[in-house]
């Protein structure tokens, strides 16, 4: 149970309503309903009896409406009380399209240590995270490239490998490294993110998108891969790490291009995060390589 979640169940609670929560909270519907399902399924309750017309909460879910605005308050005050301790530190507000966060944490921890400057670098759908730059509830986004963005200025930061997963023992499961070739004629799968991002590239790599209804990014993918009805494509070696799969990367690679996106003209706090995501020391993990060409600069 996240605070997050908790703020977003106050607001469900308060308008009786996913589609209304979701337009105060800046969030799509499903993202919103994905969350409140993750609550229960965490709690083992039911909050919401839902309805045509707007959702009423049951009585667990008035009781935790007390609580979790208890709980919110309080953690206000010890985040208030916390700060006032020492001045505070240089905060930039980013999101990280889904996949990217285990790709890029490295670099966000090391600009910490290195500067100084906090990073809260939540993860968010793509289409919230641009909502959040155009709305001014974030200083930039990572995503995929080539997202809708009309309105913000963008600039690359690096490519992604994509690793494959396949079950242990099948005739793909080499250490050393798939060649692409071997793909033909065998059903790949990918996280519906990957899939747009890919399509977006214009990659030869055809694919069929997969969506977990529990809402896990690539649970149902690994459960597809186990059952043999394909093989999976991923960008975090943790979404295909499971007993009796391998992953193993592709010859020559899969890449996916990254950008940050931000409104224009970008201040001093957005081109020190642009500049320390392109060059992390040590590089990052996962196969991101960052661009280095001057054209890639975020300007003044």
Avoid: K, Y
């Amino acid at each position: 149970m996240e605070l997050r979640q908790l703020r977003s169940f106050v607001v469900t609670a308060e308008r009786q309503h996913f589609g209304r929560a979701a337009h105060a909270l800046h969030l799509t519907t499903s993202s919103l309903s994905q969350q409140m399902r993750t609550l229960e399924r965490d709690l083992q309750v039911a909050l919401f009896d839902r309805g045509p017309h707007g959702t009423s909460l049951t009585p667990a879910g008035q009781v935790l409406l007390v609580q979790a605005r208890i709980l919110l308050a309080r953690a206000e005050r010890t985040r208030d009380a916390v700060r006032d301790t020492q001045p505070p530190l240089p905060l930039v507000m980013v999101r990280l399209g889904t996949g990217l966060p285990a790709v890029l944490a490295p670099a966000l921890v090391l600009l910490r240590e290195r500067t100084g400057l906090v990073v809260d670098g939540a993860e968010a759908p793509e289409c919230d995270a641009v909502a959040a730059v155009a709305q001014e509830r974030a200083d930039a986004a990572v995503v995929w490239a080539g997202a809708d963005a009309d309105g913000l200025e963008r600039s690359p930061l690096g490519t992604v490998g994509l690793l494959l997963v396949v079950p242990h023992g099948h005739p793909l499961d080499r250490p050393g490294g798939c060649p692409r070739a071997s793909l033909a004629g065998h059903r790949i799968l990918t996280t519906p993110p990957l899939h747009r991002a890919l399509h977006r590239a214009g990659s030869d790599v055809d694919t069929a998108c997969v969506t977990d209804p529990a809402g896990r990014p690539t649970g149902e993918l690994r459960r597809q891969v186990l059952n043999r009805q394909g093989l999976g494509l991923v960008v975090d070696p943790g979404g295909g790490r499971a007993e009796g799969l391998a992953l193993s990367a592709l010859t020559p690679p899969v890449r996916l291009r990254t950008e940050i996106l931000f409104r224009g003209p970008a201040d001093a706090i957005v081109r020190e995060l642009a500049e320390a995501l392109r060059h992390p020391v040590p590089p990052a993990p996962g196969g991101f390589e960052p661009v280095r060409a001057a054209a890639a600069a975020v300007h003044r």
